[in-house]
Nanobody, 124 residues
Framework: QVQLVESGGGLVQAGGSLRLSCAAS????????MGWYRQAPGKQRDVVAI???????NYADSVKGRFTISRDNAKNTVYLQMNSLKPEDTAVYYC??????????????????WGQGTQVTVSS
């Protein structure tokens, strides 16, 4: 299967910046969309940003102009640069990756995997 490992969360003051990374590993044939989601305590998991295989991006309205999603296809890694952080950005951030992985020499299957989550805390 495919595993995702996230890094980069932490505690930062309002107005500060953090950069999250999520690296995918396994018998990957192709990665399509990569994205970041977040879940605050007592709330549902919401999309933050998505980047397609072609590099097109979409952002939640609440983060537009402050967050930037990018990807390094050679490293199977997606990044989230978060600037001008606000206390309301506090949440556990999860990466999500979908694509194809190799099951055997003549069989590929679709996958969609989640990272383990990384805590981002923004103090006021």
């Amino acid at each position: 299967q495919v595993q995702l490992v996230e890094s980069g969360g932490g505690l930062v003051q309002a107005g500060g910046s953090l950069r999250l990374s999520c690296a995918a590993s396994g018998n990957i044939v192709r990665i399509n969309a990569m994205g970041w989601y977040r879940q605050a305590p007592g709330k549902q998991r919401d999309v933050v940003a998505i980047i397609t295989s072609g590099g097109s991006t979409n952002y939640a309205d609440s983060v537009k102009g402050r967050f930037t999603i990018s990807r390094d296809n050679a490293k199977n890694t997606v990044y989230l640069q978060m600037n001008s952080l606000k206390p309301e950005d506090t949440a556990v951030y999860y990466c999500n990756v979908e694509g194809l992985y190799r099951v055997s020499w003549n069989e590929n299957k679709r996958f969609q995997s989640w990272g383990q989550g990384t805590q981002v805390t923004v103090s006021s």
